[in-house]
């Protein structure tokens, strides 16, 4: 046997994280690929400027399109004059409402599972106007130039009917029951309203934030062409099966009419589904006869994507003089729109944070007319972490106690909502490491206590938080070839995190080949599978998935390799993969190479198609990743001007796949958290429902300037109950990350913020 890592043979795993299963042995680091700091493999095409993106696509004949956009925020268009932008230049044609193909509505987000739609409403189908901001025409002219001009000779008369976009006023009409993922956002055990009341030492609290828009540097962008009866689609995409799908609801088609391709994504976060401007596109590039290139503006994005709704939150926290928590209550108001599936969730977080007492959880919602809200970056646990952080800062402060040492007393056993075990749970692990590497001991718990010149100085911590998923992906392909060549294939998305690389990892681990000897397609929705891009569940989604397929063509090679090879005898489960080949797991020189089977078989390649189980250790198991944060914050006395000046987050998210991708998701997530924190916010006019600030001009976003070297550590111990023993590492840097802030800053000025974004006027 040839020594090295790559001689070492693992085990071919059975479905291991299936309840009652032994781990996957795939989530030990035989091979050398797992977690190895592997740079992205689709980075030097991106860098050349040969990663093609959705508006980058050319077809002959093609038109461009720009939008008009409705100006009020509800009633009915009642004269719509496109004569000027008719007799434009360039200008082809205009297409409103009056002469759109028919188009069905769109499924929306979690009423079907290939469901991507943001919002129900029929589109460009009548007069009517739903919120300020709705398309009411699509320009298609030669140019793209010509095409914006010409939009901004579109005249449109409305009668306006009473819109309902103040926030106050929606709340005293009446709140309704929040509704997330087919669940009630309410949960309820023991009596936490007299518990709290009776709690000797207690806080309650109330937590505002803001609306927020999606801002993916890659602007949402589609290129759409019919050939014949199929539509190709060229989309920046977090779910393309999801697209063509729901597209073919749309026109009325089979799915397969429907090619969806999204090779790159420039970021999604949530905002890269199915929104008008692809529906539009299509309907255009029908209605035309001619292929469509729609790119939203930057202000378009703000119009036609949905962002994170507004909330008002209540932490109630009752603690004994031990500082046991006996009472833990987080409840809130949210806004959101009439038809959007998904009121900003922001009490998941807290379902399995503490122990206490009793727990009172819910979310209630109120309609308002605007643009669907949908998910956008860590949904829920983004600004619910904000809220209960926070108010467990102000009770440990009110107990005396070390906010860390607070939290790790309150550290439940078993899930406190649900009553299941956890899968793992190692958040004290990331806690003690943090808090060594932070030197948080030097930290004076008495608030303006450290100066440095006019600056005032503090730190801060929370707890980071962000649940396990994984969705059904669907099937995955796997074809061997005869020179030891793997290709991959799956309907799977990569957004700028790495999504290839990884997979590519897993997939030389578990075959037992190197790294160049692995093809990962995705990104089209003609490939098997049904994944999304969502929930920070993918590489999980899509691991279980490979795993499957590599069973079967496992499977298909002993079969192949019949009572000749050395392997003859063997069952899948006594299989490991080395060197370019498998042999016996416990038994290494009973080796065939993948090259001589198929030569044997008198076969070039070997193709197999396979499906993970159900997700099943979600049944069993509260699963989630974990994280502690950590930050230092600097106030100028004279300008309340606001800097980070040092950040850690310190986390527990199972087995790391690639150090380096998970480094750059935790990174950016913690800066979204700082943006979060200190800048974001949409300026949503209640006067008439517009968003005053569509621009990156006006709405703050974190720049270079604004972030300083990011410390991210992690724990690495695998979870036992996921596919390669990883949970996500996509979302979780923006949960905990603004009560870090919040927390640094009071440390650092007496002032609590309780209102985001924490800007200077709040500080003066
Ligand atoms: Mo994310 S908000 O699940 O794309």
């Known amino acids: 046997i040839v020594q090295g890592a790559m001689a070492k043979a693992i085990a071919i795993a059975p479905d291991a994280w ?6 996957d042995p795939l989530i030990r680091h035989q091979h050398g690929h797992i977690g190895k700091p592997l740079s992205r493999i689709d980075g030097p095409l991106k860098v050349a400027g040969q990663a093609k993106f959705a508006a980058e696509f050319r077809f002959d004949g093609m038109l461009y399109a720009a939008l008009a956009y409705a100006t009020v925020a509800k009633g009915t268009i009642t004269q719509l004059d496109t004569s000027a932008a008719e007799a434009a230049d360039g200008v082809f044609a205009v297409m409103t409402h009056e002469n759109a193909p028919r188009l069905n509505p769109p499924p929306v987000f979690l009423t079907a599972d290939k469901a991507a739609g943001g919002d129900p409403s029929p589109v460009m189908q009548d007069a009517s106007v739903r919120w300020n901001g709705e398309p009411i025409a699509v320009v298609l002219a030669e140019t793209q130039e010509q095409a914006d001009h010409a939009a901004t000779l579109i005249d449109a008369t409305y009668a306006q009917d009473v819109a309902l976009t103040s926030l106050a006023e929606a709340i005293a009409r009446g709140t309704s029951p929040g509704q997330f993922m087919g669940g009630p956002l309410h949960n309820e055990s023991g009596d936490a309203a007299t518990d709290f009341a009776q709690s000797p030492v207690g806080v309650d609290l109330t937590f505002t934030t803001p609306r927020h828009n999606h801002n993916a540097i890659e602007l949402h962008g ?12 060229h989309d920046a995409s977090q779910l393309v099966a999801h697209t063509a799908w729901s597209l073919a609801q749309m026109f009325g088609i089979d799915e397969k009419q429907i090619i969806v391709t999204s090779p790159f994504v420039g970021g999604g976060f949530g905002g890269k589904c199915l929104w008008q401007h692809q529906m539009l596109a299509a309907a255009a590039a029908k209605f035309a006869g001619r292929p469509v290139r729609l790119t939203l503006s930057r202000e378009g994005v703000y119009r036609v994507v949905g962002g994170r709704g507004q909330t008002e939150q209540r932490v109630a926290l009752g603690a004994d003089r031990n500082g046991n928590l006996r009472a833990l209550i987080h409840t809130g108001v949210t806004a959101k729109s009439p038809g959007a599936a998904m009121p900003e969730p922001f009490i998941m977080p807290t379902r399995s944070a503490y122990a206490a007492g009793s727990i009172l959880l819910d979310v209630r919602t109120v309609d308002l007319d605007s643009l669907a809200n949908t998910f956008m970056r860590a949904p829920g646990e983004s600004v619910g972490t904000f809220a209960l952080e926070c108010a467990i800062d102000e009770l440990a402060e009110k107990l005396s106690m070390d906010p860390i040492e607070f939290r790790l007393k309150n550290e439940p056993e078993t899930d406190p909502t649900s009553g299941l075990p956890f899968s793992a749970r190692h958040i004290d692990v990331a806690w003690k490491q943090g808090a060594e590497r932070f030197k948080w001991h030097e930290r004076d718990a008495t608030p303006r206590s450290r100066t440095d010149g006019e600056w005032l100085v503090g730190v801060g ?87 499957a397929a590599h069973r079967a063509l496992v499977k298909e090679l002993l079969r192949l390799a019949g009572n000749d090879s050395p392997l003859a005898g063997l069952k899948p489960d006594d299989v490991a993969s080395r060197d370019g080949g498998i042999c016996k797991a416990d038994e290494e020189a009973r080796f065939e190479s993948y090259t001589s089977i198929l030569d044997r078989a008198k076969r070039d390649t070997v193709s197999v198609e396979a499906s993970p189980p159900m997700p099943m250790e979600l049944m069993h198991w509260s699963m989630h990743s974990h994280g502690a944060m950590f930050c230092e914050a600097r106030v100028n006395q004279v300008t309340g001007e606001i800097r980070i000046s040092r950040f850690l987050g310190s986390f527990d998210c199972g087995r790391i796949i690639n150090a380096k991708t998970a480094a750059s998701q935790f990174r950016g997530g913690i800066i979204m958290g700082l943006g979060l924190a200190l800048m974001e916010e949409t300026q949503f006019d209640e006067r008439n429902g517009r968003i005053a600030n569509a621009s990156l001009a006006e709405y703050h976003v974190p720049v270079h300037m604004d972030v300083p070297e990011i410390d991210v550590i992690w724990t690495d111990i695998a979870d036992p109950h996921t596919p390669m023993g990883a949970r996500g590492v996509g979302e979780i840097g923006i949960t905990g990350t603004a009560a870090a802030v919040a927390n640094a800053v009071y440390n650092a000025t007496g002032n609590r913020v309780r209102d985001l974004p924490i800007t200077l006027d709040k500080l003066l």
């Open 18 to 23: 299936i309840p009652g299963g032994e781990p």
């Open 222 to 233: 589609v290129t759409a062409a019919w050939e014949g009866d199929t539509l190709r689609l």
């Open 461 to 547: 911590c929370a707890t980071a938080t962000y649940p396990y998923y994984r969705m059904p992906g669907g099937a995955a392909r796997i074809t061997l070839r005869r020179d030891g060549h793997a290709t991959i294939d799956i309907a799977a998305h990569e957004m700028g995190m790495g999504t290839a690389t990884a997979q590519t990892q897993v997939c030389a681990e578990r075959l037992g080949l190197p790294l160049d000897a692995i093809t990962f397609n995705y990104g089209d929705s003609t490939l098997p599978g049904v994944v999304l891009a969502g929930g920070s569940q993918q590489t999980a989604s899509i691991g279980a998935s490979v795993i």
